[in-house]
C-alpha cells in the first residue's frame, strides 16, 4: 500500500452507450456494490486496456435479460490519480490482506458465519471471499480512524494460456477499483485509435 501521488493512470470503464454519454458530460460514477466483485466494492475500471473493458461490456449485454441489458456497448476512458492505493501488485499490499483474513475469519468464526467462498471455476468469477476480505480492510481502518484507501488494484491472471505451457493468459488484465470519486481527474471519450478490436 502506497501513495502513487505523483502517477496517473489510464482507465477504461466498459458501459452502456447511454450511461457513457452521460458520464462525459461529468454525470457521476455509480459504485458498484455486489458481493462478488473483485476488489470489493467500489468504481470500476481496466487499467490500460480498452479491449477488455469493450469486452466486459459486450458480455455483460449478451448476458442480461432483455429488460436490464446494456442497449450498446460502450467504454469511457478516466485519468485517474491512484492516491492512498491498496495495491495488490505489490508486497504491502497482499501482506495486509493476508494478515488481515485471519482477523475476519477469526469474527465469522465467533459469530457463526460462514467464511464465502471464491467460486466460478479456476479463474474465481465470483470472488466473493476476496471481495469480504477487502472490504473487511476498508471497514477495519474505518473503525480504528486510519486513512482510507483511494483506490485498490490488482492483476488478474484470466482465460486460457497463450500458447502450451505458457505462464501467460488470454485475458490477463490490471484492475483499478476507485473508492473515492475525487481520484477521477477527469474523463474522455475513447477513440477508435485505442481499440485493438475495431
Given amino acids: 500500500m502506497h501513495n502513487l501521488s505523483t502517477s496517473f493512470l489510464l482507465g477504461y470503464h466498459g458501459c452502456d ?9 461529468n454525470e457521476a460514477f455509480l459504485p458498484s456494490d455486489n458481493g462478488y466483485d473483485w476488489l470489493g466494492s467500489g468504481i470500476y475500471f481496466w487499467e490500460s486496456n480498452p479491449d477488455r473493458a469493450l469486452a466486459w ?35 504491502s499490499g497482499t501482506s495486509l490482506l493476508a494478515n488481515s483474513f485471519p482477523l475476519y475469519q ?12 471464491n ?49 501467460f493468459r488470454q485475458q490477463t488484465h490490471i484492475q483499478i477499483c476507485v473508492r473515492n470519486p475525487r481520484t477521477i481527474q477527469g474523463v474522455f471519450r475513447v477513440p477508435a485509435s485505442h481499440f485493438s478490436t475495431i
Fill in 106 to 117: 477469526g469474527i465469522l468464526a465467533a459469530s457463526g458465519t460462514h467464511i464465502p467462498a
Fill in 57 to 91: 461490456a459486450q458480455t455483460r449485454a449478451a448476458r442480461k435479460s432483455t429488460a436490464d441489458r446494456l442497449i450498446e456497448p460502450f467504454v469511457v476512458g478516466a485519468v485517474i490519480d491512484p492516491g492512498f492505493c491498496l495495491d495488490l501488485i505489490t508486497s
Fill in 119 to 167: 467460486t466460478g471455476g479456476e479463474d474465481y468469477l465470483q470472488r466473493k471471499l476476496d471481495c469480504a476480505v477487502i472490504n473487511f480492510v476498508h471497514s477495519s481502518r474505518e473503525e480504528d480512524n486510519e486513512p482510507s484507501f483511494d483506490t485498490v488494484r490488482g492483476v488478474f491472471m484470466e482465460g486460457a494460456r497463450i500458447y502450451p505451457h505458457s505462464g
Fill in 17 to 25: 452507450r447511454e450511461i457513457g454519454e452521460r458520464l462525459l458530460l
